[in-house]
């Protein structure tokens, strides 16, 4: 009888929780540095640009040119400029 409360018990009791997994900001500030998420707009391209940050504004407006192919000529020439400034 008392085999048959324990089965009953055990059978019961929930599985224990996953604890959740401490903070890092070592970990929190490299995915924040990650660039996969694919988000990119003009407005960030220029962002990158006026930072400082060429070689992401030129990724940047490459990608732009690939997502609208409407104003590809329009980013080409953009990342043509910035690069252009770079190299002199």
């Known amino acids: 009888m008392k085999d ?3 089965r009953f018990i ?4 929930p599985p224990p929780t996953p604890k959740a997994t401490f903070y890092k900001p070592q970990e929190a500030a490299k995915r924040s540095l990650a660039d996969d998420a694919g988000l ?8 990158y640009a006026a930072q400082g940050n060429t070689s ?33």
């Open 4 to 6: 048959l409360i324990d």
């Open 10 to 13: 055990q059978s019961q009791t």
């Open 40 to 47: 990119v707009t003009e407005t960030l391209a220029k962002l």
């Open 56 to 88: 992401k504004a030129i990724d940047a407006y490459h990608r732009l040119a690939l997502k609208h192919p409407e104003k590809s000529s329009y980013f080409a020439a953009l990342a043509k400029a910035l690069e252009d400034k770079t190299s002199n």
